[in-house]
């Protein structure tokens, strides 16, 4: 394990060592403009068109923007945020706003219209641009608390009022295609973005330039996402969250062609990009990929070009694993969190496991992965001891690394998530001989019955094995002999039935009997937080009475 002492700086007393350069998003920027400048960027419009560039005309774009930020007074440290899909306006802005020395502040969509101003304010956003679709969610949060301190300027095609902003082309337009770029600390604050709290207010998280640049370099080694130059990289995940998994520094970085597909997500939009782009390579939550899924099969198609999903953010369904394996598609199950910028870990196979069957190989691709060489971790159980690496005991997961956070932004107090260097993640976990982690769960979704812990994610991933199931939730609900006890809450693929004896039935042939769920629950469709996962906290307050009669 990493040592937290204070460190010894013996850099004076050896003379000729290597250049003090420090690790900004413009090396990224700048190397990208010097070897990539002809591989392009392809963006969907709101009205469905393809926009398309190289990457020479994105670098002169992002001058012009810089600029044009200038101009609207947005100093070093001041935040300015995004309110927008994934476009080339937002990869635009995560360039020119930290390379000025401000702070880009990504938004949650989704976030509710209180959260949204809840947000704005406590970032202290001085300029907050908006995607023209998203108009009326930003008007929407305004009618709340009017925020007129605050430039807004809106991107896009279409034609929306909101009063006293400025228009994003107009601004670029009158701005010259060169920007003399400050030279700027690593340490500085890059991106801030909020986590997708489930309890609590929304907790800030700052990436520094440094953080960035080391995030963008050790997860995209050929071990950790493995993107290539030749690459075409499609990210699903949305740019308001963690980044989008670091894609809008890594891609640019290594060259690869990156196609963001803008507002239109439905599965068929999803395929019709990917196949016309030639995408190798795309990212995303699997709520996106079950839906694409569903498609492939209904249309019986095979993709032409896709050759790996790294898919996240929630457990993989092995269901998913192999429908996707079935149609050539090899999954990449990666873990992390805003905290950790986010990538921590990916599945690969290890030299040992190559020639293993594939069964074993199979179960180890659906673990969450191995660490990023920029992750320290410890495993402890209830007492602090580390657990051993036997793949099966499970303990609470601590990180330390250069991208992980120490703090909150704006948060004073001290948490008990930062301890001797270390974060807590609030996920259980396992740890192989091989090195690969497996997430038990959340400790907070965690189910207890009658003193034995039973795991939400591994009867999720059980259930989802069923075919008629498109989507099932796991949480423990009160009940009067148990304490808790398991239900399950269950969407059914389009056209398939299946009734609550038989599920149960068919889930007790496969997990002992104490673990099969009391109740399950058919829903059309499981509530979501902002960025995808399961809403447990508002299943749990829905059902929380559901057992109450039992005996
Ligand atoms: P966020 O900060 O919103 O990205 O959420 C981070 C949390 O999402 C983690 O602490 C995990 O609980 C969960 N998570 C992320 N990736 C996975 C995964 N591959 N499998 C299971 N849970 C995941």
Known sequence: ?????????????????????????????????????????????????????????FGARVARLANALVELGIRPGDRVASFGWNTHRHLELYYAVPMIGAVLHTTNIRLFPEQVCWVFEHAGDKAIFVDASLVPAVARALAIRPASSRQFVVMGTSQVELPGALDYEELLAAQPAEFDWPDLDERSGAILCYTSATTGDPKGVVFTHRSTVLHALAAGMADGLGVTQGDVVMPVVPMFHVNAWGVPFLIPMVGANLVLPGAKLDPSSLIELIEREGVTISLGVPTVWLAVRDELERRDLRFRTLKRLVIGGSAVPPSLFDDLEKRGVRTMHAWGMTEMSPIGTASLLTAQLAGAPWE?????????????????????????????????????????????????????????????????????CTIDEFGYLQLVDRTKDLVKSGGEWISSVDLENTIMGHPAVREAAVIGVAHPKWVERPIAVVALREGQSVDEPSLQAWIGE???????????VFVDAIPRTGVGKFLKRELRDRYKDLLDAAK
Do not use: C
């Open 360 to 428: 074993v190989q199979r179960a180890a691709l659906l673990k969450q992965g191995r660490f990023t060489p920029l992750v320290a971790w410890k495993i402890l159980d209830d007492n602090g001891v580390p657990v051993p690496r036997d793949g099966k005991t499970a303990g609470a997961l601590w990180v330390r690394g250069p991208a992980v956070t120490r703090s909150y932004f704006r948060v004073d107090e001290a948490l008990p998530v930062f301890n001797d260097g270390y974060f807590m993640t609030g996920d259980v």
């Open 1 to 57: 394990m990493q040592s937290t002492r204070p460190r010894l700086d013996l850099s004076a007393t050896i003379p000729g060592t290597m250049m003090d350069v420090p690790l900004t998003i413009r090396w990224i920027f700048e190397h990208n403009q010097r070897s990539h400048a002809s591989r392009e960027v392809v963006s969907r419009e709101d009205d469905g068109s393809i926009f398309r560039y190289t990457y020479a005309d």
């Open 510 to 520: 496969r997990v002992v009997k104490w673990q099969i769920p009391d109740r399950v």
